[in-house]
C-alpha cells in the first residue's frame, strides 16, 4: 500500500479502513474481471443455441427435387433472432466445391468449418468480421442422400453481436450492483466494529486521562484484549521506570538538603562570627577557617551531583568503546600535584595494551578520581599510593593500594553505604566516594573489592573516609580492586 495513502499521525479508525478497504477493492474488481468474463460465456452460449436452431431450421428445409438442392428458408429460422437490439443476419448454403446454393456470397468462412475438417450433422462456431461489424457464425453440414452424386451442403448462419454485447453489459451491471452493495455493507459493518473494537482503547485513555499526575501506579491487564496487553504493558514499565526516576530524585534532594543543611549553617555562623571580630589575626584565623569549610562544602556538593549522575536511571545509553588505562593514567597525573601538597609517593602501573570496554567516560573518570582521592586524604605524610591498570582473564583490572591505616574487615561492606563514616575518622570527608564507585562499577556490571594491602597487618581500626582513622599504626594498608568487563574486540587506538 502506498505510503502517501497511510500519513503519519492521523486517524487510526481511517488507518484501519484503508486496509480493510483497499484489498476489498481490489478483490473486487478481479471478480468484477471474472463476471465480465462469465457475462460474455453467458451470452455466447444463450445466442449460439439460437444460432444452431435457426442453422437446423434451414437444414431441415433443404432438399432435393430433380436433382438439384432446393433450399426453403423458413421465417421462424430466422424471427428467432429479433430482440430491442435487432442484430444483423446472414445465411450462406454452399455445395461441397463452394458453389453458392443460397444467401450471402461473400459471408466469409472458417478454415477449420470447411466440409472437409466437417462430419455428417457437425457443426463450427467461429468469429468473423463482416460489414464493417464483427459477427459469430456457425457453420452446420447437411448430408444429402437423395440423389447420387449430390454430396453434403455447408449451411453458415451469421449474426451481430449487439445482443450479446447488451446482454453482457447487463449481466456485468448486476454483478457490479451486488458487489457494491457488499462492499458497501462490509465498510459499515467495519466501522461499526472499530467504534466497538476501539472502545477498550478510548476507555483506556480516559483512565489515563482522569489519573492524577502522581498516580503512577501499573494499569491492570486481566480485563484487557489480548492485542492491547503488549502497548499497556510497555506503558506500564515506562510508568516503573519514571516512579524510579521520581523516587532517585526524590532521595537525591532529601540527601542533599540534609547533608547541606548543617554545613551551610556552620558558614553562616563563622560569617558572623568573623564579622564580629576588631583583631585582624582573629579575623584572619576565622576567615581561614571559613574558607576551609566552603571547600569542605563544595566539594560536598560536587560528590551529591557526582552520586546523581552515577545512577543508572540518569546515565541512560551514553556508553561508547574506551581505553580504560588511559583513563586511569589521566586521573592518576591530575591528582598528582595534590600528592605532592601532601607528600604522598604516587606512582602509577599500566599495561601498554590496547584493552578497551564500553562505558562512560565521565563516571570512569569520576570513579578512578574518587578512589585515588580516598587514599590520598587518609594516607599520612610520606606514605605511598600506587595505581595498577592491566587487563586479565576476567576483564579489565583497576587496583589503587596505599599503605595508609585500612579499614576494619567488618565495616567494609558499611562504607558504601552513602554518607557512612567509620567512628574516629579526624580527616576530612562526607563518606560518598565509595557509594559513588559503587554505583558508578554497577553501572557497567563490574565488582568492587576491599582487601588488606599486601604485607599489610590486619586492621582493626578506623578507616579512610568512607572508613579510615587518622594516627594508625602504618603497615596497614588498603587494597581497592576494581574488575569491569572488557569489549568484545581491542580497540585500534585508544579512545578518551
Not at 155 to 169: D, K, N, P
Not at 438 to 450: A, Q, S
Not at 455 to 477: I, T
Amino acid at each position: 500500500m502506498p505510503r502517501s495513502l497511510l500519513p503519519r499521525g492521523g486517524s487510526l479508525r481511517l488507518r484501519l479502513l484503508l486496509w480493510m478497504l483497499l484489498p476489498l477493492l481490489a478483490l473486487a474488481a478481479v471478480n468484477l474481471w471474472q463476471a465480465q468474463r462469465g457475462a460474455r460465456t453467458a451470452a455466447d452460449e444463450a445466442y449460439d443455441r439460437i444460432l444452431l436452431g435457426s442453422a437446423l431450421g434451414i437444414a431441415d428445409h433443404t432438399t432435393v427435387e430433380d436433382g438439384a438442392v432446393k433450399v426453403d428458408i423458413p421465417y421462424s429460422a430466422l424471427e428467432m433472432f429479433q430482440s430491442q437490439f435487432p442484430d444483423h443476419v446472414y445465411y450462406r448454403i454452399s455445395h461441397a466445391d463452394g458453389r453458392l446454393i443460397t444467401g450471402y456470397q461473400d459471408l466469409p468462412a472458417s478454415p477449420h468449418a470447411a466440409l472437409d475438417k466437417l462430419g455428417a450433422h457437425d457443426s463450427r462456431f467461429y468469429e468473423a468480421f463482416y460489414k464493417g461489424e464483427p459477427i459469430r457464425v456457425i457453420a452446420y453440414s447437411k448430408p444429402l442422400y437423395a440423389t447420387a452424386g449430390v454430396g453434403p451442403v455447408l449451411i453458415q448462419v451469421g449474426e451481430t453481436l449487439r445482443a450479446r454485447e447488451e446482454m453482457t453489459r447487463e449481466i456485468l451491471a448486476e454483478s457490479l450492483r451486488n458487489q457494491g452493495l457488499l462492499v458497501l455493507a462490509a465498510v459499515t459493518l467495519a466501522v461499526v466494529g472499530m467504534a466497538r473494537g476501539l472502545r477498550p482503547l478510548m476507555r483506556l485513555g480516559e483512565q489515563v486521562e482522569a489519573r492524577r499526575t502522581d498516580a503512577l501506579e501499573p494499569f491492570d491487564t486481566r480485563d484487557v484484549q489480548s492485542e492491547l496487553r503488549p502497548f499497556i504493558a510497555a506503558l506500564n514499565h515506562h510508568m516503573a521506570r519514571l516512579r524510579d526516576q521520581f523516587e532517585l530524585q526524590r532521595r537525591f534532594i532529601a540527601d542533599a538538603s540534609h547533608q547541606l543543611r548543617t554545613p551551610l549553617a556552620v558558614l553562616h555562623t563563622q560569617a558572623e562570627h568573623a564579622l564580629r571580630q576588631d583583631d585582624p589575626a582573629a579575623m584572619r584565623a576565622e576567615v581561614e577557617l571559613l574558607l576551609r569549610r566552603t571547600r569542605q562544602t563544595v566539594r560536598l556538593a560536587n560528590q551529591l551531583l557526582a552520586l546523581s549522575r552515577a545512577q543508572p536511571e540518569a546515565t541512560g545509553r551514553r556508553q561508547r568503546p574506551l581505553a580504560p588505562a588511559e583513563i586511569a593514567r589521566a586521573a592518576t597525573l591530575e591528582l598528582a600535584p595534590l600528592a605532592r601538597r601532601r607528600r604522598i609517593d604516587l606512582g602509577f602501573e599500566g599495561d601498554q595494551d590496547d584493552a578497551s570496554l564500553v562505558g562512560n567516560a565521565t563516571l570512569l573518570h569520576e570513579m578512578v578520581v574518587n578512589l585515588l582521592d580516598n587514599a590520598l586524604r587518609y594516607t599520612q605524610e610520606g606514605g605511598t599510593v600506587t595505581v595498577r591498570a592491566h587487563a586479565a582473564a576476567d576483564g579489565f583490572v583497576l587496583e589503587v593500594e596505599d599503605d595508609g591505616p585500612g579499614i576494619p574487615a567488618a565495616e567494609r561492606d558499611k562504607v558504601f553505604d552513602r554518607f557512612y563514616r567509620i567512628l574516629g575518622t579526624e580527616a576530612d570527608g562526607c563518606g560518598l566516594g565509595l557509594a559513588i564507585v559503587r554505583e558508578i562499577v554497577d553501572r557497567h556490571g563490574g565488582r568492587i573489592e576491599l582487601l588488606e594491602a599486601p604485607g599489610g597487618a590486619p586492621s582493626d581500626g578506623a578507616g579512610p573516609e568512607d572508613g579510615a582513622a587518622a594516627g594508625s599504626p602504618p603497615g596497614r594498608g588498603l587494597l581497592v580492586r576494581v574488575t569491569l568487563p572488557l569489549a568484545p574486540t581491542p580497540l585500534p587506538a585508544p579512545l578518551l
